[in-house]
């Protein structure tokens, strides 16, 4: 696998690549009370597809999420909270 340089990122760039940024957003209901479940899911599907787009080479051997979990960009604001496989590169399935 070829290694990757993230893009550049700043405070802004992260949160603009993430369209559209209501999905991120807490939604009220009715009630007065939050649903932070589905927000959290919103933001667990946004850091999957910045992450998917970064990295993912259809062409390199693994899935998209095996060749996530071996991203080595340490310096990227997601790289701890980037998505993990249960079998990474180079393990058995």
Request: with cysteine.
């Amino acid at each position: 696998m070829t290694a990757h340089t993230p893009p550049e990122v700043d405070s802004g760039a992260v949160t603009a690549s993430f369209q559209p940024a209501e999905a991120l957003e807490i939604e009220e209901t009715g009630n007065g009370s939050s649903e932070p479940e589905k927000a959290r899911a919103s933001l667990r599907k946004a850091i999957n597809a910045f992450c998917r787009g970064c990295l993912y080479d259809p062409h390199e051997p693994g899935t998209w999420r095996q060749q996530v979990h071996a991203c080595t960009a340490t310096d990227c604001p997601l790289y701890e909270i980037r998505p993990r496989s249960a079998a990474p590169l180079g393990e058995p399935q």
